[in-house]
């Protein structure tokens, strides 16, 4: 089973796009949040966005896929990976899609059990989906 | 290749949420299930390829499976869909096993 971790500058955006994920994916998917600072305002933090992807690995995930949004994000992100050694970090994707978008693809194709690759074709899918199609 | 014309009635037409439950069910299927509406189709089990496909209450689709177990499919599809769709009265038989 693939997991996901959600990091975002707002714990609100995290969480309620994990609730969303739940929903269409069911409960099987470990999905782990990280939004917000340690001491709850908006912004990123590199020793939760390590909680998060470390729950997902114990919760039973064989791989985890990151989403993020944007900013500094990701300069919080690769300090958590190098929390990793070798052997965890090659257990861990990171994903350019959109946040909502590609957590939402990549939870359901998650849920049918699909792997790391094609969990990460899903989201990245979601870069380039329309939002009006056939407007 | 078991086919079957329906028509949506489900006012929010193949959202979001039960498009996910829509590929979760298509992929318990080995075969190839394809929907259609108008002149596009998409693969059942690509979420990203049913919800671009937008689905709109009212609009006419047509589910088809190519595979061992097309039929099962079919049917697990349909029942999944339950009361969002009709079938549409071509007047002819359906092509599938009751």
């Known amino acids: ?135 | 290749m078991p086919a079957l014309r329906l028509t949506v009635l489900d006012p929010a037409g193949l959202h979001a949420r039960p498009a996910a439950k829509f590929v979760k069910t298509a992929s318990r299927f080995e075969s190839r299930i394809t929907i259609t509406a108008g002149d596009r189709s998409a693969d059942v089990k690509s979420l990203i390829a049913l919800l671009v496909l937008t689905i709109r209450p009212g609009s006419q689709i047509t589910l088809s499976a190519e595979g061992p177990d097309a039929d099962e499919a079919i049917r697990a599809l349909l029942e999944e869909l339950g009361a969002a769709v009709e079938p549409v009265d071509t007047g002819v038989q359906p092509q599938t096993q009751p």
Do not use: N, W, Y
């Open chain 1, 1 to 135: 089973m693939v997991g996901l971790v959600l990091v975002s500058h707002s714990s609100l955006i995290a969480e309620g796009l994990r609730d969303m994920v739940a929903q269409v994916a069911g409960d099987e998917v470990p999905v782990a949040c990280a939004g917000g600072t340690e001491d709850g305002r908006l912004g990123t933090s590199a020793p939760r966005i390590a909680d998060a992807i470390r729950s997902t690995l114990d919760r039973g995930a064989d791989f985890t896929l990151i989403l993020l949004d944007l900013g500094s994000a990701a300069l919080s992100l690769e300090l958590a990976l190098e929390e990793f050694d070798e052997a965890d970090r090659a257990r861990l994707r990171v994903s350019e899609a959109p946040l909502v978008e590609g957590a939402v693809l990549a939870a359901v194709q998650a849920s049918i059990g699909a792997s790391i690759d094609e969990v990460a074709d899903a989201a990245a899918g979601a870069a380039s989906m329309p939002k009006m199609p056939g407007a």
